[in-house]
């Protein structure tokens, strides 16, 4: 079987709403983190297959893609360090309890 | 005689000082400051009186308006602009000795008699204020700067007079007297501004020349339902005198005004502030003359009735401090009742001066009565005639200074005061008889209630005193001044007053008309022996007349109940038909428009709030249910 466009963007809007109901429904703060790089994943293969089998003779989506990761990475780190800091003061990472910023 | 503005200046500094840093000097320190500038300030006064009446003041025989200074202070317009200056002329120069030699007696006497009270240095500090007022008032160019003044004196009055500020009563009375006289001033304010709209002038200089030709000319044909523009414009002018000068009906608030120290109300309260409207009157005397002499004719029966009526509430009063009030109310009313008769030109303009002449004896025994009064509540701590009696013995001076003093008022030969009211007398016979006899029975009557009040101080039984300490007779400071203005009280009637004040400024001979000088002193010693016959001996016939005369007898001693009378109007005419639909309006309308809003601003946040619930998965949901929808709207269309 060959495999189209098609496979890929179904896989990949498989990754995206899935990635939004972890989102959406877990309460673990770092649960919601992974929830998010799957979104974060699943909108970089689109990225990638649509330059692949849309415009083959240039490289501006996988530059993206590339791009995409290395900001993926920095902001992960970045979340996993304000999720530390929430648990050393209030020693609960529960998202349900952090909406105190609405005050 | 460009430092005549020192005379303004030092009290003006004085204020400054003692009301800045007052609190860092000693009392005693304060009050001698303030005495020794107010010496100064008689002083240059003296120089000045001398400058002007002896040296530069007259141009072939015509006593000159001297203007050492005047400078634009305000410019609206090319046309529309306020001075300062100083106007010298024979009344300004007289008012300024009179008001620097009462002021500087009530200083010296103040050392005495406020001695050890608290806010000592706050209270030479109001006096400086006063007196910077008061003289700034008097030397005013123009009728706008006179304005500035004369409501600077009303503030200073109303904190004088609650100099006593813990006690209610003193509270009040400095309210009602501040909103007496504002009220009048409102009046005041209107008639400048009509005058000036038409005259395009606040200059007293130009408001007055030629017979005020520019007011004749420039109101002519004017007119405001039925009178002419002028006599509404003079009439609402003499309003604001009215309220100062406590002019029935305006005249509620003096008696009150008495809730202030005595020496206060000796300053201002009888010999100065309250003369401001007969020195407005006399002030735009050339202007009334020509251009409204109804107000004039208006003026004079105001006068008499007020000077009938407070003479006769004066009778009844048992506080010493309130039979003064009345008897000033009286007195100032034969002011302008001399003035109201008076004509314009050489002799006759004699009411004119007589008026002139009156306020200036009148501000001497006036003040002495009120230091000597002052000088008795000192020794037996009470305003109350029934707590005196029998006081002769221990104050002998202020005794014999009083006896002068009501004397003077009484208006005895040789005394000053009989000089000036036969003055006044005669103008009246000349001019309306009905006036006239008004006044003789004011002269009786004024004999009658002065010397009732000398004799209950200072005849009659003796009270027991207090248990212990026996009432004395006051330190030297507070008697000297007496003796000074007793002094004065007797020798100010033998000066020419005619030779240097009169209408058309160029000064007359006065001579005593006798057979009005005879019927005059005749009712006055008819009143003073009715007086001794009753009060001397201290019996109770007094109360027995009282009786009989009941309901007469009560309504006098309730002043006619006028108090009541505009109590009833303000709080059941003006507040329940005026204020009080204007109240439910602002209420109920514009009140309500903004409540309305802010309401409905209210309730649609709080259905609205509960979305921000800080939940950020909720907020995922909201938008991914949005974008979803955009999304299909997107596709559909």
């Given at each position: 079987m060959i495999v189209q466009m098609e496979h890929y963007l179904v896989v990949s809007a498989l990754m995206f709403f899935i990635g939004v109901y972890g989102f959406i429904s877990r309460k673990n703060m770092i649960a919601v983190l992974i929830s998010l790089e799957l979104m974060l994943n699943a909108v970089e293969i689109n990225f990638s297959v649509f330059n692949r089998y849309l415009y083959p003779e240039r490289l501006e989506g996988m530059f993206f893609t590339l791009f995409g990761i290395a900001i993926t990475a920095a902001e992960t780190a970045v979340a996993l360090a304000i999720i530390i800091n929430v648990y050393r003061h209030i020693g609960d990472i529960n998202i349900r309890k952090m909406n105190k910023l609405k005050d | 005689m460009e430092y005549s503005i020192l005379i303004l200046i030092t009290p003006l500094l004085i204020f400054l000082l003692l009301g800045l840093l007052g609190g860092k000097l000693k009392p005693v320190i304060a009050g001698r400051i303030g005495t020794f500038g107010l010496l100064c300030v008689a002083l240059l006064s003296y120089v000045i009186a001398y400058q002007y009446f002896f040296?530069?003041?007259?141009v072939n025989g015509k006593w000159i308006e001297k203007i050492p200074l005047n400078f634009e202070w305000l410019r609206f317009t090319d046309t529309l602009h306020i001075d300062l200056g100083i106007l010298l002329d024979p009344i300004s120069v007289m008012m300024l000795v009179v008001i620097s030699t009462v002021s500087l007696m009530v200083h010296i006497y103040s050392l005495g008699?406020?001695?050890?009270?608290?806010?000592f240095q706050r209270y030479y500090a109001f006096l400086s204020l006063f007196t910077f007022s008061m003289l700034g008032l008097v030397v005013a160019t123009n009728i706008f700067q006179m304005y500035i003044f004369w409501e600077l004196v009303g503030v200073s009055s109303y904190l004088l007079i609650g100099f006593y500020y813990t006690k209610p009563s003193a509270v009040a009375a400095s309210k009602k007297a501040f909103i007496v006289t504002r009220f009048a001033d409102l009046g005041f304010l209107i008639g400048i501004l009509v005058l000036s709209f038409y005259t395009r002038t606040f200059d007293f200089g130009l408001l007055t020349a030629d017979s005020a030709s520019l007011v004749v000319t420039s109101m002519q044909g004017a007119s405001f339902m039925g009178l002419s523009v002028a006599t509404w414009a003079l009439a609402l002018i003499f309003m604001g005198g009215a309220g100062k000068s406590a002019m029935f009906p305006l005249h509620i608030w003096l008696p009150d005004?008495?809730?202030?120290?005595t020496p206060v109300s000796a300053l201002?309260?009888?010999?100065t502030m309250v003369v401001a409207g007969v020195y407005l009157v006399a002030r735009l005397f050339t202007v009334y003359f020509f251009a409204a002499p109804d107000v004039l004719t208006m003026i004079g029966y105001i006068g008499a009735f007020t000077a009938l009526f407070a003479a006769i509430i004066a009778i009844t009063q048992t506080d010493i401090k309130r039979v003064l009030a009345f008897s000033t109310i009286s007195q100032i009313a034969y002011m302008m009742v001399a003035l109201g008769v008076s004509g314009y030109e050489g002799h006759d303009g004699l009411g004119y001066m007589s008026s002139m002449f009156h306020l200036f004896t009148h501000a001497f025994f006036k003040a002495l009565l009120f230091l000597g009064a002052g000088s008795v509540i000192h020794a037996v701590h009470s305003n109350e005639m029934s707590d005196m009696g029998g006081l002769r013995k221990y104050l002998p001076i202020t005794h014999l200074t009083f006896l002068i003093a009501c004397l003077a008022i009484a208006g005895i030969y040789p005394l000053s005061g009989f000089f000036s009211k036969d003055e006044i007398l005669s103008a009246a016979f000349h001019h309306d008889k009905i006036l006239y006899w008004t006044l003789w029975v004011v002269a009786g009557l004024t004999a009658f209630y002065m010397f009732r009040l000398y004799y209950s101080i200072f005849w009659g039984k003796e009270k027991v005193h207090h248990g212990e300490h026996k009432p004395h007779e006051s330190p030297l400071i507070m008697t000297v001044p007496l003796l000074i203005l007793a002094l004065l009280s007797c020798v100010t009637?033998?000066?020419?007053?005619s030779k240097f004040v009169s209408s058309d400024n160029l000064g007359f001979d006065m001579h005593i008309d006798m057979t009005i000088a005879l019927s005059s002193i005749a009712v006055a010693v008819v009143g003073i022996g009715v007086a001794t016959a009753l009060y001397m001996r201290g019996g109770d016939l007094p109360q027995k007349i009282a009786q009989r005369l009941g309901g007469l007898y009560r309504a006098t001693f309730h002043k006619f109940y006028m108090d009541e009378v505009w109590q009833f109007i303000t709080k059941s005419v003006i507040f329940k038909c005026i204020c009080a639909p204007i109240a439910w309006f602002d209420r109920h309308v514009i009140d309500a428009t903004m409540n309305g809003l802010a309401t409905v601003t209210q309730k649609t946040s709080a259905s609205i709030k509960g979305l921000q619930s800080g939940q950020v998965q909720f907020y995922t949901w909201i938008f991914l249910i949005g974008a979803l929808v955009i999304g299909i709207l997107a596709l559909c269309v």
């Amino acid at each position: 079987m060959i495999v189209q466009m098609e496979h890929y963007l179904v896989v990949s809007a498989l990754m995206f709403f899935i990635g939004v109901y972890g989102f959406i429904s877990r309460k673990n703060m770092i649960a919601v983190l992974i929830s998010l790089e799957l979104m974060l994943n699943a909108v970089e293969i689109n990225f990638s297959v649509f330059n692949r089998y849309l415009y083959p003779e240039r490289l501006e989506g996988m530059f993206f893609t590339l791009f995409g990761i290395a900001i993926t990475a920095a902001e992960t780190a970045v979340a996993l360090a304000i999720i530390i800091n929430v648990y050393r003061h209030i020693g609960d990472i529960n998202i349900r309890k952090m909406n105190k910023l609405k005050d | 005689m460009e430092y005549s503005i020192l005379i303004l200046i030092t009290p003006l500094l004085i204020f400054l000082l003692l009301g800045l840093l007052g609190g860092k000097l000693k009392p005693v320190i304060a009050g001698r400051i303030g005495t020794f500038g107010l010496l100064c300030v008689a002083l240059l006064s003296y120089v000045i009186a001398y400058q002007y009446f002896f040296v530069e003041g007259t141009v072939n025989g015509k006593w000159i308006e001297k203007i050492p200074l005047n400078f634009e202070w305000l410019r609206f317009t090319d046309t529309l602009h306020i001075d300062l200056g100083i106007l010298l002329d024979p009344i300004s120069v007289m008012m300024l000795v009179v008001i620097s030699t009462v002021s500087l007696m009530v200083h010296i006497y103040s050392l005495g008699y406020m001695h050890g009270e608290g806010g000592f240095q706050r209270y030479y500090a109001f006096l400086s204020l006063f007196t910077f007022s008061m003289l700034g008032l008097v030397v005013a160019t123009n009728i706008f700067q006179m304005y500035i003044f004369w409501e600077l004196v009303g503030v200073s009055s109303y904190l004088l007079i609650g100099f006593y500020y813990t006690k209610p009563s003193a509270v009040a009375a400095s309210k009602k007297a501040f909103i007496v006289t504002r009220f009048a001033d409102l009046g005041f304010l209107i008639g400048i501004l009509v005058l000036s709209f038409y005259t395009r002038t606040f200059d007293f200089g130009l408001l007055t020349a030629d017979s005020a030709s520019l007011v004749v000319t420039s109101m002519q044909g004017a007119s405001f339902m039925g009178l002419s523009v002028a006599t509404w414009a003079l009439a609402l002018i003499f309003m604001g005198g009215a309220g100062k000068s406590a002019m029935f009906p305006l005249h509620i608030w003096l008696p009150d005004a008495m809730e202030g120290p005595t020496p206060v109300s000796a300053l201002i309260h009888a010999a100065t502030m309250v003369v401001a409207g007969v020195y407005l009157v006399a002030r735009l005397f050339t202007v009334y003359f020509f251009a409204a002499p109804d107000v004039l004719t208006m003026i004079g029966y105001i006068g008499a009735f007020t000077a009938l009526f407070a003479a006769i509430i004066a009778i009844t009063q048992t506080d010493i401090k309130r039979v003064l009030a009345f008897s000033t109310i009286s007195q100032i009313a034969y002011m302008m009742v001399a003035l109201g008769v008076s004509g314009y030109e050489g002799h006759d303009g004699l009411g004119y001066m007589s008026s002139m002449f009156h306020l200036f004896t009148h501000a001497f025994f006036k003040a002495l009565l009120f230091l000597g009064a002052g000088s008795v509540i000192h020794a037996v701590h009470s305003n109350e005639m029934s707590d005196m009696g029998g006081l002769r013995k221990y104050l002998p001076i202020t005794h014999l200074t009083f006896l002068i003093a009501c004397l003077a008022i009484a208006g005895i030969y040789p005394l000053s005061g009989f000089f000036s009211k036969d003055e006044i007398l005669s103008a009246a016979f000349h001019h309306d008889k009905i006036l006239y006899w008004t006044l003789w029975v004011v002269a009786g009557l004024t004999a009658f209630y002065m010397f009732r009040l000398y004799y209950s101080i200072f005849w009659g039984k003796e009270k027991v005193h207090h248990g212990e300490h026996k009432p004395h007779e006051s330190p030297l400071i507070m008697t000297v001044p007496l003796l000074i203005l007793a002094l004065l009280s007797c020798v100010t009637g033998f000066i020419p007053f005619s030779k240097f004040v009169s209408s058309d400024n160029l000064g007359f001979d006065m001579h005593i008309d006798m057979t009005i000088a005879l019927s005059s002193i005749a009712v006055a010693v008819v009143g003073i022996g009715v007086a001794t016959a009753l009060y001397m001996r201290g019996g109770d016939l007094p109360q027995k007349i009282a009786q009989r005369l009941g309901g007469l007898y009560r309504a006098t001693f309730h002043k006619f109940y006028m108090d009541e009378v505009w109590q009833f109007i303000t709080k059941s005419v003006i507040f329940k038909c005026i204020c009080a639909p204007i109240a439910w309006f602002d209420r109920h309308v514009i009140d309500a428009t903004m409540n309305g809003l802010a309401t409905v601003t209210q309730k649609t946040s709080a259905s609205i709030k509960g979305l921000q619930s800080g939940q950020v998965q909720f907020y995922t949901w909201i938008f991914l249910i949005g974008a979803l929808v955009i999304g299909i709207l997107a596709l559909c269309v």
